[in-house]
């Protein structure tokens, strides 16, 4: 069973040694997502299947902009369907906020999640050059209109 929730402060190193794993040195750090979490204004989510932590979605809203900062599942559990999942969250919660669009960035190589964000109506806005460091790969910027659009239904979520 796939299930949402909001992630806690002790998930917090759970999700630095996924971010290790998977974004090597361009990874958020323990001490970045410890303080963002703490003092800043994202929202971090937790994709649960049967009752164990296997992905994460770290997303915000300023009042004027809806973006996606980060969406990671792990690798065993990948072609299930869980990042949609995570991305259909986020596209929820930025609609329940009445917001017009939704943006992200994305690296330019990681095909898998191009195809995901298109699959969802984002479209491509600009190339920021050289944006995840140390490594110099260039980011999409991406972006949806959220009008008609309608969240996946199976999953449970959890404020």
């Known amino acids: 069973m796939i299930a949402i929730r909001d992630l806690t402060e002790a998930d917090l190193p759970w999700m630095a040694d996924v971010e290790r794993e998977l974004f090597g040195a361009s990874a958020w750090s323990r001490e970045l997502i410890t303080h963002d ?9 937790g994709l649960e299947l049967d009752g164990a932590l296997v992905g994460y979605a770290v997303y ?5 902009a ?8 792990v690798p ?8 949609r999942a995570l991305l259909e969250d986020f596209l929820g919660e930025a609609r329940s906020e009445g917001v017009a669009d939704a943006w992200l960035e994305v690296a330019v190589d990681n ?8 699959a969802h109506g984002f479209e491509d806005v600009r190339v920021r050059r050289k944006y995840y460091q140390p490594e110099g790969v ?10 008609g659009y309608e969240p996946g239904a199976g999953v449970d979520s959890e404020s």
Do not use: I, K, S, T
């Open 37 to 45: 979490y703490l003092y800043g204004f994202a929202r971090y989510r």
């Open 60 to 64: 915000g809203y300023d009042g004027d």
């Open 111 to 118: 095909e898998p999640a191009l195809g995901l964000y298109r």
């Open 66 to 73: 809806f973006h996606l900062m980060n969406l990671a599942v």
């Open 138 to 147: 260039d980011a999409l910027v991406m972006r949806v209109q959220l009008r």
């Open 76 to 83: 065993a559990v990948r072609g299930r369907g869980l990042g």
